[in-house]
């Protein structure tokens, strides 16, 4: 249920009330469908948890192994997560650098300095897609680049 935000609190009891009241006012009353989504993932959702968990993996190694062949693209292996930062050398403002891939290239990434200034000279991309997109995602930043 990535990106939907559903969770809850293990507390002891003397904080309940006051967190109910911080809570209230703040994250309650998310919609019926996604309560019912979250039903069905915390009773049936350990084997799609799994698949997707292998999945990314998958799609994770061929992203970093495509863009690590490429010349003047610095990435460094994170091993986890749904994105991978890279960075291409000589290329410090991205997010322009970012906007001219999605003019130029039709390639929509993340310029790092979205997530804070330490990602200044990044760029994210999110490999939670099929391996044929990023196939022909990095197609495209291959064709960008030369």
């Not at 998310?30 to 948890?49: F, H, K, N, S, Y």
């Not at 000279?121 to 999110?126: E, I, S, V």
């Amino acid at each position: 249920m990535t990106g939907w935000r559903v969770g809850w609190i293990v507390t002891p009891e003397a904080l309940a009330t006051d967190l109910g009241k911080i809570i209230e006012y703040n994250t309650s009353c998310i919609l019926e469908p996604i309560q019912r989504a979250a039903t069905v993932a915390l009773d049936q959702g350990e084997a799609e948890v799994a698949r997707l968990r292998q999945q990314l993996t998958t799609t994770r190694r061929l992203l970093v192994d495509e863009l690590a062949a490429m010349p003047g693209v610095v990435v460094p292996d994170a091993g986890g997560a749904m994105y991978v930062f890279f960075r291409i050398e000589g290329q410090d403002d991205t997010l322009e650098l970012a906007r001219r891939l999605v003019e130029e290239a039709g390639l929509g990434l993340a310029p790092g300095g979205a997530f804070g200034p330490e990602g200044d000279g990044w760029l994210r991309w999110c490999h939670a897609v099929s391996a044929e997109k990023l196939r022909e995602g990095t197609r495209r930043l291959r064709t960008f680049l030369a």
